[in-house]
T-cell receptor, first 112, second 112 residues
Framework: DVKVTQSSRYLVKRTGEKVFLECVQD?????MFWYRQDPGLGLRLIYF???????EKGDIPEGYSVSREKKERFSLILESASTNQTSMYLC???????????FGSGTRLTVV | GENVEQHPSTLSVQEGDSAVIKCTYS??????FPWYKQELGKGPQLIID?????GEKKDQRIAVTLNKTAKHFSLHITETQPEDSAVYFC???????????FGTGTSLTVIP
């Protein structure tokens, strides 16, 4: 089974801090995604990547950036954390339409 | 882009009864429709999916139906059990770029 590992389950950061959320997959999947999940809003796509060093903006990229230096690792960066970025962040990988997405367990980020 | 609407947002059923969750989509190019189950503290997990060339798919107590003309698809859970209690998300993708568009989720509670 594909395994997607998010480095932290819970994070508490201060406003203005630079925050790194890490995601690692153990399959050779090209596609990786970062979503945020908020009550009543479902899952919203922040950024995605089809290959190393490639990135595409999703629906809500403002305030975020990403890095993909290696195929298995996709990092989400909050350049200057704000309280409205308090949320659950989910990483996913996609091996093609035969598999659908596989999600990590999520990182619940609180910005104070 | 694609817009996926999901209803109801909350659903309570007695153990043993059936549960139905409905989704509509807007992009007629969408051709893959997965359903995810998210248990407390975990990431969403794929439970069933359907492609646009199929009208219905069943896996034990879970079934999904698709009406391409009306652009809606539904999840049916029969003989519900307490362990079915979770948040369920529908999704749709046109297949281009593999970006999935998610519904806002349904919180299902099965009452013993």
């Amino acid at each position: 089974d594909v395994k997607v590992t998010q480095s932290s389950r819970y994070l508490v950061k201060r406003t203005g801090e630079k925050v790194f959320l890490e995601c690692v997959q153990d399959m050779d999947h090209e596609n990786m995604f970062w979503y945020r999940q908020d009550p009543g809003l479902g899952l919203r796509l922040i950024y995605f990547s089809y290959d190393v060093k490639m990135k595409e903006k999703g629906d809500i990229p403002e305030g975020y950036s990403v890095s993909r230096e290696k195929k298995e690792r996709f990092s989400l960066i909050l350049e200057s954390a704000s309280t409205n970025q308090t949320s659950m962040y989910l990483c996913a990988t996609d091996g093609g339409l035969n598999y659908g997405y596989t999600f990590g367990s999520g990182t619940r980020l609180t910005v104070v | 882009g694609e817009n996926v609407e999901q209803h109801p947002s909350t659903l309570s059923v007695q153990e043993g009864d059936s549960a139905v969750i409905k989704c509509t989509y807007s992009d007629s190019a969408s051709n893959y429709f997965p359903w995810y189950k998210q248990e407390l503290g975990k990431g969403p997990q794929l439970i069933i999916d359907i492609r646009s060339n199929v009208g219905e798919k069943k896996d034990q107590r879970i079934a999904v139906t698709l009406n391409k003309t009306a652009k809606h698809f539904s999840l049916h859970i029969t003989e519900t059990q307490p362990e079915d209690s979770a948040v369920y998300f529908c999704a749709a993708t046109p297949g281009t770029g593999n970006q999935f568009y998610f519904g806002t989720g349904t919180s299902l509670t099965v009452i013993p």
